[in-house]
């Protein structure tokens, strides 16, 4: 744990956003986790992604449950709001939340045993709901908090620090976001910044639930060998199919591309996301496909990385509900108690 | 890019900006840590082994150190490392104990010093601890030079020059003062094993337009008007006083005229403001005064009246910028301007001139007047005679003829031992001691402090101007001066790479608040200074690239905005960057450090 304070000094040529900041000010607090934490890296993707994007730190929501990745909400965007909840239960607070104020950037921050573990009956509820925000999990294969015994993530046959095997199946949370109705899915790895920051820009404009799994080392319980969730692990079999990026509505769409290389994806809000296939057969848009994909290349202990599954033109819990456009924190009593002739017409029409 | 040699002992001394940039190479950063720990003698000692006159330099230096010094770049204003310089003199203890013995039984060789000024002053210093017998020959009858008989008593109070001249003379020098030398070959005939020429360029420039012969009478050279204030042979000027001319010799004349009683003082420049020799600070002061600074008026003619001076025409000019840049004069073509002046002093230079060198010794001299010499080692033509200090390549000031003064000595020495002078130079040299000392735990302050410099104090304006003996500035008190020490960044404690620890986690990328640091695939040095975190955009400040790590890549780090603040080496999990402080060895004799 570093003590000093991270010196406001900055590089003078530090780039200057739309809204007149720089990435320096979507920092937080100085990390407490562990020196070399893949979270930690995590954490710098997301400052440079929200820089990059220009969106007001105020206008964040970000929400955790328990664990060293839980604690990194507090190591970024220091000036918006935020939640440490309860462990596994990030994503019931993240439903009231966003019900509640749906004009917020809703960033949720989990780990592998806080959403695959104790939350996982959570997870898979959150994503059914299709939340409008960014789910995030720092997957270090291991609860680090605690001092890193095997988390659900874990593949099976890989060993913890001592040498000890892991007897169980791992939960691929990835697959499941895709089986279960998540419409932005990818994966990544702390180490790989360009594909990581890309990657949280999209998420985060997208409308609708998306969803990361960033595997993300764990220094101090998970990083030997005999871990498939180490540095040296994924620089070797990390297999990157589709990269991504945010491009904003000002900018031209991109049209002659070489053929099946690059693809602009348009988005609600006439932005583009720009998807580069760096596996020719690889398609980010067929669901079944990529859930086949990862499997057979999962078999051969290849770690799949990327935007792997889009679909632009869906709808999120606030259309599926069919609520109002103000959000509901905004609405006075008169519209929350519209009065008795009000109750009298509802109670009427179930009659 | 090939990978970095840290062993070069230049890398991380450029690193050090301050220290690279004195020429004599002060350690810097040591000294003010051991301001800040109150150590005050330390840090005197430290200075006085490699500049040899701290207090005198606390309050005079031309400070090269300070335009370096890496806080202008990464905040705004740099240390104030010269006036720190002067708190360790200022509150230092007793240094007895601490100076270089000198032996009583001699080594059998004698040198002869020419002149009493800084230069052969540190000859004298440097020689006498090694046992040689050493003679100084002074036209003066005290010691210090131009230090004593230029620099006036409000920058520099007579009882601090005289205490680190005499320190020096005290170690055993034998002093031949009141003795104007005026045939070198005399010297050379008294048998000296070698002969060290520290004279000075002790002429004042003089400007030959209409009227100056006969206003003679009341036009003064400079620097002849401050060494006669100097040795109180003149107490007062009269009238209205115009100083003609733009560096710091102008600065103390027209100081000095406005504390004798001038009833106007005007400096008049021929050149802009901004291109004036002298120094910021100077110019800065003067103003304070209320001494008008007047620029771009070349003299035209001196008017006078029965041998009696009554004033100058000056020309109107602006300075534009050529086709190559460099600024050349033009006339404005406004009407030539009248100034009325009782007295001129004319501060346009100096220059060396050695007329007693006869030119047959051996000794040759460039069409400039100056001595042919050997750059590293400072020998003459004649292999027995050295120069250093305004005598060997024309005036400059105080450190440099520190600095002259160190390699003049080793050349001397390994000439009396029959060594070649720069086969057998001792080189240089750098160590590296890790500064870690426990988790998380440094032996230095490295936390990042954002404070402003802090302004010296001064004294009263109408006590300073009343009386020419006061001192202006007040110097730091030991408070301030620790505040101001905290700026230092700590630059020679040195970020170092070990490439075969990295996993290339990226945490030290993420914690650096200057983007120093980046992990990309090699280039060549122009294209990849455009890849990194931050554009590497200084090309005086170096690259620091490893080995390849196992991805292929290369740690890159940009010298130029690294704060030292440790942050890389804290987040670092395999401590492969660990915090070392870089230690040069700068070969100098009789140094105290060694
Ligand atoms: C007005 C003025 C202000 C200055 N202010 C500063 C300042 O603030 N800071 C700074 O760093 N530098 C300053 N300088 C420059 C600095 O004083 C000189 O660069 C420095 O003193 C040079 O040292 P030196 O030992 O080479 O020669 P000098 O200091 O010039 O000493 C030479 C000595 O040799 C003696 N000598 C000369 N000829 C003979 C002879 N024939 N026989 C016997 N003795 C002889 C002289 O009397 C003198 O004592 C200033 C210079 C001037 C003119
Ligand atoms: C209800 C509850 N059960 C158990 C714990 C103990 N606990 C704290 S963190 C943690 C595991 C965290 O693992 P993960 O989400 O992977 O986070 P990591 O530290 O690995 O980033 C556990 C079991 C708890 N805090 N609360
Ligand atoms: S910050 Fe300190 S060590 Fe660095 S250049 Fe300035 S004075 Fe020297
Ligand atoms: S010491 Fe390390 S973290 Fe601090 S500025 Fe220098 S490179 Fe960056
Ligand atoms: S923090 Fe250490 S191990 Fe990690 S990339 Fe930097 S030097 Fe390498
Ligand atoms: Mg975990």
Request: net charge negative.
């Amino acid at each position: 744990m570093t003590f000093v304070a991270k010196p406001t000094a900055r590089h003078p040529s530090l780039k200057i956003n739309e809204i007149g900041l720089t990435r320096r000010d979507y920092e937080g607090s100085v990390s407490t986790l562990c020196a070399g934490c893949g979270h930690d890296s995590v954490s710098a993707a997301i400052v440079s992604a929200c820089a990059e994007l220009g969106l007001p730190p105020h206008k964040f929501l970000k929400i955790s449950g328990i664990g060293c990745s839980s604690k990194t909400p507090n190591y970024f965007l220091g000036h918006s709001h935020g939640f440490n909840s309860v462990h596994g239960r990030m994503p019931s607070v993240a439903t009231g939340a966003s019900l509640a104020n749906k004009e917020l950037y809703c960033l949720g921050i989990s780990g592998d045993g806080d959403s695959a573990s104790i939350g996982f009956g959570q997870f898979a509820h959150i994503v059914r709901r299709r939340i409008n925000m960014l789910y995030i999990v720092d997957n270090n294969g291991t609860y680090g908090l605690t001092k890193g015994q095997f988390s659900a993530t874990n593949d099976l046959g890989s060993t913890s620090k001592r040498g000890v095997p892991n007897l169980y199946e791992p939960i691929d949370l990835v697959s499941m976001a895709m089986q279960i109705g998540a419409t932005f899915v990818a994966r990544s790895f702390s180490g790989d910044k360009r594909q990581l920051v890309g990657l949280i820009k999209a998420g985060l404009m997208h409308r609708g639930f998306s969803f990361i799994d960033v595997i993300s080392p764990c220094v101090a319980f998970n990083n030997h060998n005999g871990s498939t969730k180490s540095f040296a692990h994924m620089r070797n079999m990390q297999r990157e199919v589709v990269s991504a990026d945010y491009v904003a509505p000002q900018v031209e769409m991109q049209i002659d591309y070489a053929a099946g290389e690059t693809e602009d994806v348009t988005m609600p809000d006439g932005a583009h996301l720009r998807l580069r296939k760096l596996h020719s057969d690889y398609d980010p848009h067929d669901r079944l496909h990529a859930i086949n994909y990862l499997g057979e290349r999962g078999r051969e202990g290849e770690v799949v990385t990327g935007l792997l599954y889009v679909k632009s033109d869906t709808e999120n819990t606030h259309d599926i509900l069919n609520l109002v456009d103000t959000p509901l924190n905004s609405l006075d009593e008169e519209d929350l108690c519209p009065g008795l002739d009000a109750l009298e017409s509802i109670n009427q029409s179930f009659r | 890019m090939k990978p970095t040699n840290i062993h070069n002992p230049d890398y991380f001394h450029k690193v050090v900006d301050c220290q690279w940039a004195c020429p004599a190479h002060t350690p810097v950063p040591e000294y003010i840590r051991l301001i800040a720990a109150e150590r005050y003698t330390e840090a005197y000692m430290l200075n006085w082994d490699s500049n040899v006159f701290p207090g005198i330099l606390g309050r005079t230096c031309d400070r090269p150190c300070e335009p370096a010094c890496r806080r202008v770049r990464t905040e705004e204003k740099p240390v104030a490392i010269c006036r720190l310089k002067r708190v360790a003199a200022d509150y230092k203890g007793d240094i007895t104990d601490y100076l270089p013995p000198v032996p009583k039984k001699k080594n059998g060789f004698r040198v002869a010093l020419l002149g009493c000024g800084p230069a052969s002053l540190a000859v004298a210093r440097d020689l006498l601890p090694l046992g040689y017998e050493v003679h100084m020959f002074e036209k003066d009858p005290a010691g210090g030079g131009m230090m004593r008989t230029q620099i006036p008593a409000f920058r520099l109070p007579a009882d601090v020059l005289e205490e680190e001249v005499d320190l020096i003379l005290d170690m055993g020098v034998e002093c031949h003062f009141g003795h104007e030398i005026t045939s070198m070959k005399e010297m050379l005939d008294m048998g000296f094993d070698a002969y060290f020429v520290g004279t000075g360029a002790p002429r004042g420039r003089d400007l030959d337009i209409p009227g100056r012969a006969e206003s003679d009478a009341h036009i003064s050279i400079g620097i002849d008007w401050l060494s006669s204030v100097a040795f109180g042979h003149t107490t007062s000027i009269q009238g209205k006083v115009i100083v003609m001319g733009g560096g710091n010799t102008a600065m103390d004349c027209c100081r000095t005229s406005k504390r004798l009683g001038a009833e106007s003082v005007h400096v008049v420049v021929r050149s802009g403001f901004d291109v004036m020799k002298a120094s910021e600070w100077e110019k800065e002061e003067a103003m304070l005064e209320g001494i008008p600074i007047i620029n771009n008026r070349p003299p035209r003619e001196f008017v006078h009246e029965g041998g009696k001076l009554k004033g100058i025409w000056f020309t109107c000019i602006e300075q534009v910028p050529d086709e190559n840049g460099r600024l050349k004069s033009v006339p404005t073509g406004e009407p030539d301007v009248f100034m009325e002046a009782d007295h001129v002093l004319m501060a346009i230079g100096q220059e060396n001139h050695c007329p007693w060198i006869e030119r047959d010794l051996g000794i040759e001299f460039d069409k400039w007047d100056c001595p042919v010499l050997d750059e590293i080692t400072f020998q003459s033509t004649n292999a027995k005679v050295f120069f250093g200090g305004d005598s060997a390549f024309g005036p400059e000031n105080i450190i440099w003829a520190s600095a002259h003064a160190h390699q003049a000595a080793i050349s001397i020495h390994l000439m009396c031992q029959g060594k070649d002078l720069k086969k057998d130079r001792p080189p240089r040299g750098v160590n590296l001691i890790s500064q870690k000392m426990g988790v998380h735990e440094w032996s230095y302050d490295s936390e990042h402090d954002p404070a402003k410099r802090v302004f010296v104090p001064h004294s009263k304006l109408d006590k300073t101007l009343s009386n020419i003996k006061v001192e202006v500035e007040l110097g730091f008190d030991a408070r301030l001066g620790a505040h101001e020490a905290q700026r230092c960044l700590n630059c020679d404690i040195q970020t170092v790479f070990t490439e075969k620890l990295c996993i290339e986690c990226d945490a030290c990328v993420d914690i650096c608040p200057m983007d120093c640091i980046s992990f990309v695939e090699n280039g060549e040095e122009a294209e990849l200074r455009t890849r990194l975190m931050a554009p590497a955009e200084n090309l005086e400040q170096d690259l620091y690239v490893s080995e390849a790590l196992p991805t292929t890549r290369v740690m890159v780090k940009d010298e130029d905005l690294c704060l030292h603040c440790g942050l890389c080496a804290e987040r670092c999990p395999t401590n492969a960057w660990d915090m070392q402080k870089s230690v040069f060895h700068l070969p100098q004799l009789g140094s105290y450090a060694e």
